[in-house]
């Protein structure tokens, strides 16, 4: 039942992202919402990333290289196939930790890189609304941005 229940989460953080990853494209890509905030762009590279990188502490392995977190968008332009490459494998690699997971590996911990440690269902939880929270901004880039 828990693993279903994961997998629920996963797929409802996934389905409510695409509807606004759908609407990124190469003319909203460097949309900001102002001069102070980061790019469409930028922002979505992140999510990818993120997930990518903090799944390690699941075992996720990747070589996605870190170009985002903890820093400032200085207008780099990112490619937007990979940055969705990017983001699909997280969400697929997630999917795979909850399948092969126990309902008592959940509270298991695990040392994060930027957080310390925690358990992975709080990882995991911290990846899902870092996802919405992030979402979120690029919804509201592409909506009011320029």
């Given amino acids: 039942m828990q693993k279903e229940m994961l997998l629920a989460l996963l797929d409802q953080?996934?389905?409510?992202?695409?509807?606004?990853?759908?609407?990124?494209?190469?003319?909203?890509?460097?949309?900001?919402?102002?001069e102070k905030t980061a790019s469409v762009g930028f922002i979505y590279r992140h999510i990818g990333e993120t997930a990518l990188i903090l799944g390690q502490s699941f075992g996720i392995e990747t070589n996605v290289e870190n170009t985002t977190i903890g820093q400032s968008d200085t207008g780099?332009?990112?490619?937007?196939?990979?940055?969705?490459?990017?983001?699909?494998?997280g969400y697929k690699a997630l999917e795979a930790v909850i399948e092969n997971s126990s309902?008592?590996?959940w509270f298991e911990e695990t040392e994060a890189p930027f957080l310390g440690t925690v358990s992975r269902i709080r990882l995991l939880s911290i990846i899902l609304f870092h996802n919405s929270h992030?979402?979120?901004?690029i919804a509201s880039a592409i909506v009011k941005g320029n």
Avoid: M
């Fill in 76 to 89: 780099k332009e990112y490619d937007l196939q990979t940055s969705r490459a990017l983001l699909e494998q």
């Fill in 103 to 105: 309902d008592k590996d």
């Fill in 13 to 34: 953080n996934r389905s409510n992202c695409y509807a606004t990853f759908k609407n990124i494209s190469a003319e909203n890509i460097r949309f900001r919402l102002n």
């Fill in 134 to 137: 992030h979402c979120g901004q």
